[in-house]
């Protein structure tokens, strides 16, 4: 079992990496906030892997930081929770958002997220309640901006939208969303950008 992965980055999309080890190149799926951290293509980067095994599969899922990672495996274990989804919750709430929202009972926060719905939102808030609280998922710092706040504007505008529409939105929700935050998102970085026009989709501005 694949508990940990170092390497370089050979790939560097939206949700997903391709790391390079001694010539052998592992495609790991990731939340946006590991997105954020994770270097430009060529750079060593290091994460903490779930390995899901099906019978016609062998996934790899990546994190920045363990606190993700058991996030990731408590959202697997809510029914009709798989990994896709889970990654989907953890693109838009990090484990203290989670911790949070669970804490509180906050079953709106947590539909908000493409995909989820009222009824697995339920879910997450009953089943996970108490393992919430015994692991402590509570991170200490929020993910960085990423490098791509060097690239050019029409890069960062076209980042943004693939990670939009990789968590469940049509493009022409997320491009209307990108659109609305104007050229201010692009000075401030990819993060912002994404963090901004999730604001908007979700009614928070």
């Known amino acids: 079992m694949i508990a940990s992965l170092a390497g370089r980055v050979k790939v560097r999309e939206a949700g997903r990496l391709i790391v390079d ?26 994460l903490e892997i779930r390995q899901v095994v099906r019978e016609d ?51 709106d926060r947590i539909d908000a997220v493409p995909g989820v719905g009222p009824k697995v939102a339920e879910r997450c808030v009953r089943e996970l309640r108490d393992k919430i609280s015994a692991l402590n998922l509570v991170v200490s710092e929020r993910p960085t901006a990423s490098a791509n706040g060097n690239h050019a504007a029409n890069s960062i505008f076209d980042d943004a939208l693939s990670a939009l529409v990789n968590l469940g939105y049509k ?11 104007g050229a201010e998102g692009t000075e401030e970085g990819l993060e912002t950008l994404i963090r901004k026009s999730l604001a908007v989709l979700l009614g928070e501005k």
């Open 21 to 46: 080890t001694n010539g052998v190149g592992y495609e790991v799926f990731i939340p946006l906030a590991t997105y954020y951290r994770t270097p430009a293509p060529g750079a060593p980067v290091e």
């Open 171 to 181: 493009p022409i929700e997320a491009k209307r969303a990108v659109d609305s935050i």
């Open 57 to 107: 599969s062998i996934t790899l899922y990546g994190f920045a930081t363990a606190p993700e990672k058991h996030a990731f495996d408590l959202l697997l274990g809510v029914q009709h929770v798989g990994p896709k989804l889970a990654l989907a919750i953890l693109s838009v709430l990090s484990p203290e958002d989670l911790v949070d929202a669970i804490t509180q009972e906050d079953v």
